[in-house]
């Protein structure tokens, strides 16, 4: 997504936090993504006023996107002094099972919540129900604004429009056509809406066909037989284009297949695998939306929330798409967890 280098930028927080600052892009019109993006120079909390406890919730860990999240919340909650315990649904499917999450997060034990959703709209009555008592956070993923008191998050039609982008650069409208296999995500997720929508508005500006499309969870295991479905199925794919776990499955499946020269892959989304795949030449780009960052974020409005100090109630860093001439000046750092990272799913205050 393009910086507005034109706008002019805040400088939000205090003196006591003055040596750390995030760059984001802070909403125009809070919880409108489709208003423009204003630059802001973000500084966080020093340190939270009490040990708050955090309610956090996933839509499931089994992709290294959402492990970055979580490091992220690590990283910002240890240096706040909260706690926060994690409950992830195990897929976007279990809408029921987070819902059951949801309302265990109004418990007397929680302070707030932080809510990754596994629905645009399906946990809105639970939201609404929980934000009459305690500020209810939106995590990553886009959601229906009733009842959240904040979004940490980016506008996820650009995140499919810069996917989109790479391949309507190499192939303008006119030139020869190329044809897309697309995997979106998981059909109902609310991200996966938004990345259809951009997506698939500026492949409309280009001569790539999108020949077959593919919905499905995003666990790894999924992703391969999505995949292998294609493959077998459609005959002359050129770009293989969707999230972090189809993209790294797709890189072992084409190699095995001996098609790693002739057919493309490009994620919408940034992980481990979709960075060692573009080092190695395997994958062609993918935007970051800086997850761990976007975690961050998360836990920081949640204490300025708390603290009655937020003013910012809708922002997420700005989106970059990082390929083979970018990836080295981009780095991992905002991005991605430590490869030695694994998930914390109950973090105390004050370590």
């Not at 109004?106 to 919540?113: G, I, L, P, R, Y």
């Amino acid at each position: 997504m393009p910086v507005l280098v034109l706008m002019p930028v805040r400088i939000l927080g205090g003196p006591a936090a003055a040596q750390e600052v995030w760059p984001l892009q802070e909403r125009a019109v809070a919880f409108d993504d489709t208003s423009a993006g204003v630059p802001v120079d973000y500084v966080p909390l020093a340190r939270a006023s009490r040990p708050w406890r955090l309610c956090v919730l996933y839509p499931h860990l089994k992709d290294a996107y959402w492990l970055s999240v979580n490091y992220g919340m690590v990283v910002e909650a240890r240096k706040l002094g909260v706690a926060f315990d994690v409950f992830e649904a195990g897929g976007y499917p279990n809408l029921s099972r987070q819902i059951e999450q949801l309302q265990g997060c109004a418990s007397d034990a929680f302070d707030a919540v932080i809510l990754g959703a596994v629905s645009y709209d399906g946990l809105t009555p639970t939201v609404a129900a929980i934000a009459a008592k305690k500020p209810v956070i939106a995590s990553v993923n886009d959601i229906d604004d009733t009842g959240i008191t904040a979004k940490a998050s980016v506008p996820w039609r650009e995140m499919g429009a810069a996917a989109g982008r790479v391949i309507s650069a190499r192939h303008p409208k006119g030139s020869t056509p190329v044809r897309i296999a697309w995997f979106p995500g998981p059909k109902g997720a609310g991200w996966v809406r938004f990345v259809e929508e951009g997506f698939r508005a500026e492949i409309a500006q280009s001569s790539a066909q999108i020949v077959a499309t593919r919905f499905g969870d995003t666990g790894l295991e999924q992703q391969v037989l999505l995949v292998e479905d294609v493959l077998d199925e459609v005959p002359q794919i050129d770009y293989l284009v969707g999230s972090g776990p189809m993209a790294e499955a797709a890189v072992s499946i084409l190699r095995a297949r001996g098609l790693s020269d002739s057919v493309q892959v490009v994620s919408t989304y940034m992980s481990h695998a979709v960075y060692r795949g573009i080092k190695r030449g395997r994958i062609l780009a993918a935007p970051t939306d800086f997850a761990a960052l976007q975690g961050k974020l998360s836990v920081e409005m949640a204490v300025r929330a708390l603290e009655g100090s937020l003013t910012v109630r809708h922002a997420g860093p700005a989106i970059v798409v990082v390929d083979a001439a970018t990836i080295d000046r981009i780095g991992a750092e905002g991005s991605l967890a430590p490869a030695s990272f694994a998930p914390i799913f109950s973090q105390p205050a004050g370590r």
